[in-house]
């Protein structure tokens, strides 16, 4: 089985499922042509715990504008997504977060992102005390976590491949 585990600062997980990782990896910037891709994260909270579990995850729609080093996600073709979802599960599956490329072997958040992330916490509304951001590099995966109070940014912890 190929997921990813990571730790968050308050002890639980985030725990991407393998066909969402599976996904996730073929939007790697390989080759020097690629763009950045991107999209949402949905999945679920584990009832009295601090985990949650990235089950799906939205594609690029052919009206995000995509360059080499430049992702912007559509919101309409998005908030579809997470409505579709939302509704063929009973109300199980949330929207957790957002997803971007990098074209570098070990992501880093750019400014750009760092205050993107920030927006999104401030302006969207989501059902938990968090939201999960991911940059897929060629090489490794990373993840951050940003909290809706403080708007806070942490990185996640690699625990488990």
Known sequence: MTSLVFRRPN??????????????????QMKERDHEAGGILLGRRIVDSEN?????VGEPSSS????????????????????????SSN??????G???????DHPIPSTVDLENWRQIALR????????????????????????RQH??????VLISV
């Open 11 to 28: 002890g639980g997980q985030v725990a991407i499922a393998e066909r969402a990782f599976q996904l996730l990896s073929r939007y790697r």
């Open 124 to 147: 969207v509304v989501f059902e938990h005390d968090f939201l999960v951001f991911i940059i897929i590099g060629r090489v490794s995966v990373r993840a951050w976590e940003v909290e």
């Open 98 to 104: 957002e997803w971007h490329s990098h074209p570098e």
């Open 151 to 156: 708007v806070a940014i942490r990185q996640l």
């Open 91 to 96: 109300g199980t599956l949330n929207y957790l």
């Open 52 to 56: 949650v579990i990235v089950d799906q």
């Open 64 to 87: 995000d504008v995509q360059a080499r080093f430049r992702f912007m996600r559509s919101k309409l073709p998005a908030q579809r997504l997470v409505d579709e979802a939302w509704a």
